[in-house]
């Protein structure tokens, strides 16, 4: 039998993974990278336990897991300091077969891409769908248009038997496909999220709710730690000066670590993005032989810390139907009723947590406050429940790694 062929357009996590999850398939992969090379700017990602069992199926969960702090706890506090509530890690284990593990961007797209061979990953390789192609006609595959001069006057278009369109919030495959359809829309606040060495002293976990502002830290396992933040301004906006100025301005009065965080910042690595969250769900996660997945068809928040997560998902998802249905056609009809009604209740359960980050009045905050500490003390699991149904998702037909924890058959997705 001929070998079946894919194109990813876009290098990031989601792509890769699901280009990773194809190659073990027997499938030949091209990556197609707008970026110069892999190396994201700093920033983290927050894989809990759905994601990591989701890496299991490819081999990868254990590597992630090993890039994992021991954290004992994670606390949300006051900008003053004051807790709020506390987060045990046990009862996360407990409640969802695994903690919640942050790893530097770049470390896990480096794990992903050694998992592909050698020239599968082809950077600074714009490209943009020419013809979806139809999933029921043999002799029409999709075609890719290349879009750098050099590559276009050597090889126009590439043709494959699937096109896997992972190229981010302000996809062009989205565009193509979808014509008409709402863009993603602002989701009322900003974010920054910065990168520095380790601390004088060690800090637990912690995310920090102000008026109108949030601000969180966590160690990475090489003794650095990630930060991130976030304020309800306009959208579009810059710092006159620089961002981590910015953060000063914002954040430097807050309770420590924040002002060590933000002295030991380098301005110039500072990253600030608008956060857009999807407007309304898309008729489907496909259109012809193009697979969309990832920020490319269902942008969300950051509050629930699953952008990521459900990114790496769609790809185990979307590998394991093309493996599993009998045609092409089927499988992503398949995948499409698979993620959509999940995606879309993970977009809108994290904008409705967004949104309480984004009270700003003083009465409000206060509120906001109050039933944190009463949630804390007297239903102390609450706060788990928000990803009820989330990280305890286990991925189809998965073979979990040796010794991951919770590992088992897997059921089918839920």
Known sequence: ???????????????????????????EITVLERAAALEPVGAGIALAANAQRALDTIGAGDAVRAMAVPQIRGELRTPRGRRLARTDNAAVVRRFGGPVVVAHRAE???LLAGRLPEGAVRTGAPAEVADPGDPARPDRPARVRLLDPAETARTPHLTADLVIAADGIHSATRRSLFPGHPEPRYAGFTSWRLVVPALRRPYAAHETWGPGGVWGSVALHDGRVYAYATAAVPPGGRAPDDERSELLRRFG????PVPEILAAADPAAVLRNDVRTAARPLPACHRGRVALLGDAVHPMTPNLGQGGCQAIEDAIVLAHRVASDRTLAAALDAYSRERLPRTTEVVRRSERIGRLTTWRSAPAVLLRQAAVACTARFAPDLALRSLDGIADWRPPGGTYASGAPGARPAHPAR
Not at 253 to 256: F, L, N
Request: glycine share 20%; net charge positive.
């Open 253 to 256: 009065g807050w309770h420590q």
């Open 108 to 110: 896990l797209i480096a």
């Open 1 to 27: 039998m001929r070998q079946r062929t894919a194109i990813v357009i876009g290098g990031g996590i989601g792509g890769l993974t699901a280009a990773v999850a194809l190659h073990r398939q027997g499938w």
